[in-house]
């Protein structure tokens, strides 16, 4: 089993930065592919960011894609969403998933996640 533990959310304003992390224990962190997603109030969870397990491979949704970059540190057991050009429509709790399979954009192929951190971005 994994545990992940996120980390950097908070308030900013259009068109700042904030870098989340995602800290894991438990099992070997570098078998399990890892993502990134977020869920506004009212809407269903959705796909932001992928990373495969040795850190080179990544996907992006096309609503972050260019402003957002994913990337993780397998020797400090960590993953981290760097976030910039930050919108309004950004605003949302911020997950970060562990998972078996890669190359998945679905949640419902992640098996281990997160409590999540508040990204709020003010107009």
């Known amino acids: 089993q994994v545990q992940l533990v996120e980390s950097g959310g908070g308030l900013v304003q259009t068109g700042g930065s904030l870098r989340l992390s995602c800290a894991a224990s438990g099992r070997t962190f570098s078998n399990y592919h890892m993502a990134w997603f977020r869920q506004a109030p009212g809407k269903e969870r959705e796909f932001v960011a992928y990373i495969e397990r040795g850190g080179v491979g990544t996907m992006y949704a096309p609503s972050v894609n260019g402003r957002f970059t994913i990337f993780r540190d397998n020797a400090k057991n960590m993953m981290f969403l760097q976030m910039k050009s930050l919108k309004p429509e950004d605003t949302a709790v911020y997950y970060c998933?562990?998972?078996?399979?890669?190359?998945?954009?679905?949640?419902?192929?992640?098996?281990?996640w997160g409590q999540g951190t508040q990204v709020t971005v003010s107009s």
């Open positions: 998933a562990a998972a078996w399979v890669g190359g998945s954009t679905d949640s419902r192929a992640y098996v281990y």
